[in-house]
């Protein structure tokens, strides 16, 4: 629990003692065994940006076996089921892909939601996030799979200019890599930030290194493949697009519930919950 109310909660968690003590450097000893790894993306439209990335995520990480990638379509009106059963038809035969979209066309994209939906899909150990305008570049699973090394639970995995000294902001991409037992145990990402784009991870990390969660690295030069997005881009499809608003309005919510210890969140709903369709 945070005993008082901060002005910066970035510098909170990097500076403290107690949470610079978590943080272990990425081991370099490759494990005796692959754990199985899901790969989480979730979309609103966005289909550019997929067919730059998921094919390249793919083929990057190729050589490493027990591993499955989830897609989620969350409602898009552009056709993305149809792009996949093209392109992508035969890492779906295979196994190594799995597609999902939901039932109903919502009229707003919900981050948290979204994420919570393809964590829940997952049916590995470990679970790791990428959005659609990340590619994880060559390798990335298997310094997952040493990262994970560390232990087998409570820990996040995360690349190495995460919390760096000399900037205020989180620098995490999207990206993240936790086991799947350990986002049931803190519930997901949190539901209640849904109005807006902003601060989502922040709050996920944040709960976790309260529940000492270990932080691993791994070298952020896995994080470099990135398309930059405009905010007006990003904000397309969500309900407030006033990015200054939702930001506010998101980091005081994040920051009204780490001082009351809320390290699980969405308490009154059944989180990541939808009916879906499958390819």
Known sequence: MLYYRPHNLINVFRDHKKFRDLSVPGPTVCPNREKSISV???????????KRTLPKNIEDNKNYDNAEFILLDY???????????KRLMHHIESGRLKFYRTKN???????????NLSFR????????NVDSDNMMNKGFLRRLNECAGVGDERILICADNFLEYGSN???MKGRFCVYKKDIE?????????????????????????????????????F???????????????????????????NQDLTLYKLTRGRITVNRDREWGQCELATT
């Not at 409602?75 to 059963?85: A, P, Y």
């Not at 899909?121 to 790791?128: G, R, Y």
């Open 40 to 50: 989480c993306t979730t979309c609103m439209n966005r289909l550019d940006d997929l």
């Open 169 to 171: 902001r989180l620098r």
């Open 223 to 249: 994080n470099d493949g990135r398309i930059e997005t405009s905010d007006k881009k990003k904000l397309t499809h969500i309900a407030n697009h006033n990015w200054d608003e939702t930001r506010k309005m």
């Open 185 to 221: 145990m803190l519930r997901g990402f949190d539901e209640d930030l849904d109005e807006g784009f902003s601060h989502d991870d922040v709050n996920f990390v944040f709960r976790a290194m309260l529940a000492r969660f270990k932080i691993v690295r791994y070298e952020k030069r």
């Open 105 to 115: 066309k919502f009229k707003y994209f919900r981050p948290s939601h979204a994420r």
């Open 121 to 128: 899909l997952a049916q590995n150990e470990l679970v790791t």
């Open 75 to 85: 409602g898009s009106s552009e056709d993305i089921e149809g792009w996949v059963k």
